[in-house]
């Protein structure tokens, strides 16, 4: 593991499951999501709490706006995440519950920036450092 991972590794991983909205700082910032303690997905966000919460955490059925929910079906089987981000393929209730059960036993770290153009700095550093298996760009 690179430096950069493991700085962000060292910081306190919370479950998926059990995060709540006012956890998540409203700063730019980078996330990395772990399963089983493997590194599985770095993402950025001008605000965390938004790109967390609202897009990654959703217990409804769209997935249009994460790339991370996509990539899970993608992983699961469901559907590739292009079909599913174009429409081509409608995700059932059952398989949104896969996805939401999939991301329930991960955990979450981040690492606030103090600018959006530093939480980008800061993911691409990480990307090339190692890019995890549900990052896809």
Known sequence: MG???????EHRRRSMSSLKKEDIPLEPGVYALYRSGKRMYVGKAKCLQDRVWKNHSGRGPGMSSSALRRNVAEHLGIASAKDIKEGLHRVSPDEV??????LDGCEIVWRERA???AAEA????????YKPPLTKQ
Not at 122 to 129: F, G, I, V
């Open 3 to 9: 430096p950069l991972w493991s700085q962000i590794g």
């Open 97 to 102: 519950k896969r996805v939401r059960t999939w």
């Open 122 to 129: 800061l993911e691409k550093a990480m990307k090339k450092e």
């Open 115 to 117: 600018t959006e153009a």
